[in-house]
Nanobody, 115 residues
Framework: QVQLVESGGGLVQAGESLRLSCAASGSIFRLNAMGWYRQGPGKQRELVARITTGGDTNYADSVKDRFTISRDNAQNTVYLQMNSLKPDDTAVYYC?????????WGQGTQVTVSS
């Protein structure tokens, strides 16, 4: 089992920044890729960014050049630096981890961007 705990959400104005963190514990030796998903009001959950153990990344088109995902393998933590936030970025952000054939989710953290 892998436990994921997110932190760093909040209420900001458009154009401001936030940094999300996700700390993994438990069977962390199994961890492969980690990432962030989000689910906005009335929307489906979507991939925001993903990073492999080796540091390869991919991003949703809507966040490229604004968001940066990074990972500290020693601390088993993944980060999402979000700059130039827009109201459309308002969502619950979920940490996601892949471990073998299994996937784990955090409880989610709310990000609200006011115009």
């Amino acid at each position: 089992q892998v436990q994921l705990v997110e932190s760093g959400g909040g209420l900001v104005q458009a154009g401001e920044s936030l940094r999300l963190s996700c700390a993994a514990s438990g069977s962390i030796f199994r961890l492969n890729a980690m990432g962030w998903y989000r689910q906005g009001p009335g929307k489906q959950r979507e991939l925001v960014a993903r990073i492999t153990t080796g540091g390869d990344t991919n991003y949703a088109d809507s966040v490229k050049d604004r968001f940066t995902i990074s990972r500290d393998n020693a601390q088993n933590t993944v980060y999402l630096q979000m700059n130039s936030l827009k109201p459309d970025d308002t969502a619950v952000y979920y940490c996601h981890a892949e471990a073998g054939f299994l996937a784990y989710w955090g409880q989610g953290t709310q990000v609200t961007v006011s115009s």
